[in-house]
């Protein structure tokens, strides 16, 4: 394996096209169609049976004639190669692919599968770093499959090391990931996307110029739209550009320690440790409405929306082992403009009851002459559950009419 013999051997780990491809799980007649995730529970198949056959059959929605302001969760490779992608509006997304098969999201099993590869992984490689549903960091430093290749080249073992990993991740899920490998977590992160799907990619610090420096500068990550547009303006628009550029131009631009880094970075040095273990500071839900909602018109919708927030923290909560003190709103109005709400109680809860209320007292607090186009709740100030005084107990339940008189009158 080219490239020096680097101290640390670090690999990301990155699901590939997650939402969806857990989807194809469950409708395997969807495989090579172009499909989106990101619609609301109207967008569920409806399912009859044949009467020539007696065979089940699906009739899928599509994105074609979608009107509301929902957003692509998720694309297929199929579905971006029309030019969908993530975060795309989904109107928009109808009129680039107005064919592609439009469904739900599904979160309780993307979090089952999330749990499986990782669970996967942990079996082979123990030290990782949890960054989000889909991706993860692995230390591969020592880590062999077996005792006769301890002693070989460290790239060639790591690269066994994560084919090892792919196929176990694909025992565990029937789902496929890229894997990239280097010297550190930027590049590894990197080389995560060079090749997908499906792919093992090794990046050395020789592979640099020639795999990382033609590549725009959003590709390292750290470097938002807001700082990839203002490197425009700066005629620099590759990591090669970056790489190039007078370290004095960045830090006077972006200031001392971005502007460093910048440079450091597009030439893929990166000292980041793998963090193995970090404590949550909150945990929220929350939910874009795909139209805006009103205080009065729609309060039996916004009732039921909010109480379920609430019920999906509190689970949350007890699935991570967490208790929280301050309880949060968020909501968002038709013109776009945000305010929060919190309130601290004096013991920390998991308790949906006793976060519904608190949300609740809330809401009290906020003018709802304005539609509503999000609703979130969060929970902070977060300690061990096991770390709780006494039980508290829970909030008698009000009834449904007086959950709409309290929460949205």
């Not at 590894?188 to 420096?213: E, G, H, M, N």
């Not at 590759?238 to 550029?245: C, I, K, P, S």
């Not at 830090?251 to 970090?278: C, K, M, Q």
């Not at 909602?293 to 949350?316: G, M, P």
């Amino acid at each position: 394996m080219p490239g020096p013999i680097p101290e640390r051997l670090i690999a990301h780990l990155d699901m590939d096209a997650f939402y969806a491809s857990v989807e194809l799980l469950r409708y395997p007649e969807l495989r090579g169609v172009p499909l989106v995730v990101g619609g609301g529970q109207r967008h569920h198949p409806a399912e009859s049976v044949d009467p020539a056959t007696g065979q089940r059959v699906r009739e899928f929605a599509k994105l074609r004639g979608y009107e509301g302001r929902g957003v692509a969760t998720t694309a297929s490779y199929e579905a971006r190669k029309l030019g969908v992608h993530s975060a795309m509006a989904l109107m928009k997304a109808a009129k680039l692919a107005p064919d592609a098969v439009l469904l739900p999201t599904d979160f309780d099993a993307y979090r089952l599968y999330s749990g499986r590869f990782k669970a996967a992984v942990r079996a082979i490689a123990p030290d990782i770093e949890d960054r989000g549903i889909d991706e993860i960091y692995i230390d591969l430093t020592g880590v062999s499959i077996d005792s006769e290749a301890r002693d070989g080249d460290p790239w060639t073992r790591a690269c066994a090391v994560g084919s090892a990993i792919k196929q176990a991740v694909r025992d565990a899920t029937g789902l496929s990931c890229s894997i990239g490998i280097a010297a550190n977590k930027l590049l590894a992160k990197i080389a995560s996307d060079l090749d997908k799907p499906d792919a093992l990619t090794v990046l050395t610090a020789d592979d640099v110029p020639r795999r990382v420096w033609p590549l725009p500068t959003r590709k390292i990550n750290g470097i938002g739209p807001k700082s990839a547009a203002k490197l425009e303006g700066l005629d620099i628009h590759t990591v090669g550009d970056l790489a190039a550029a007078d370290p004095a131009l960045l830090v006077a631009n972006f200031g001392a320690n971005y502007g460093a880094w910048l440079h450091e970075a597009a030439h893929g040095r990166d000292e980041r440790p793998i963090v193995t273990y970090s404590e949550p500071k909150s945990l929220s839900r929350e939910t874009t409405f795909e139209r805006d909602l009103h205080a009065q018109a729609d309060r039996e919708a916004l009732s039921r929306i909010f109480t379920e927030l609430c019920r999906e923290v509190s689970e949350d909560l007890k699935r991570k082992g967490y208790a929280g003190r301050t309880i949060g709103l968020k909501l968002r109005f038709a013109n776009f403009k945000t305010l929060t709400r919190d309130q601290t109680l004096p013991e920390p809860t998991q308790d949906a009851q006793v976060i519904r209320r608190a949300a609740g007292e809330c809401l009290k607090r906020v003018p709802l002459e304005r539609r509503i186009r999000l609703l979130g709740v969060r929970v902070g100030s977060l300690s061990p559950a096991d770390t709780m005084g006494p039980h508290v107990p829970a909030v008698q339940e009000p009834s449904p009419a007086e959950a709409l008189r309290s929460l949205f009158d």
